[in-house]
Nanobody
Framework: QVQLVESGGGLVQAGGSLRLSCAAS????????MGWYRQAPGKQRELVAT???????NYAESVKDRFSISRDNAKNTVYLQMNSLKAEDTGVYYC????????WGKGTLVTVSS
């Protein structure tokens, strides 16, 4: 089992920045993919940014050039630096990891006021 704990959400004005963190713990052998998804009110969960199993990064078109994903392998932690936030970035941000199955964190709320 892998546990994922997110932190760093909150309320920010449009144009501001936030940094999310996700720490993985538990029985970790090799996490093949790890990253962030989000779910806005009334919408489906969508990919934001992730490290793929090949080690490359994948971003949603809507966040390219504004968000940056990074990781600390020694700490089994991924980060999401979010700059130039927009009202449409509001939602619950979920950490995701894949190690033989999908694991999800409980989510952290990001609210961007316009």
């Amino acid at each position: 089992q892998v546990q994922l704990v997110e932190s760093g959400g909150g309320l920010v004005q449009a144009g501001g920045s936030l940094r999310l963190s996700c720490a993985a713990s538990g029985t970790i052998f090799r996490i093949n993919a790890m990253g962030w998804y989000r779910q806005a009110p009334g919408k489906q969960r969508e990919l934001v940014a992730t490290f793929t199993s090949g080690g490359t990064t994948n971003y949603a078109e809507s966040v390219k050039d504004r968000f940056s994903i990074s990781r600390d392998n020694a700490k089994n932690t991924v980060y999401l630096q979010m700059n130039s936030l927009k009202a449409e970035d509001t939602g619950v941000y979920y950490c995701h990891a894949y190690q033989w199955t999908d694991y999800w964190g409980k989510g952290t709320l990001v609210t961007v006021s316009s």
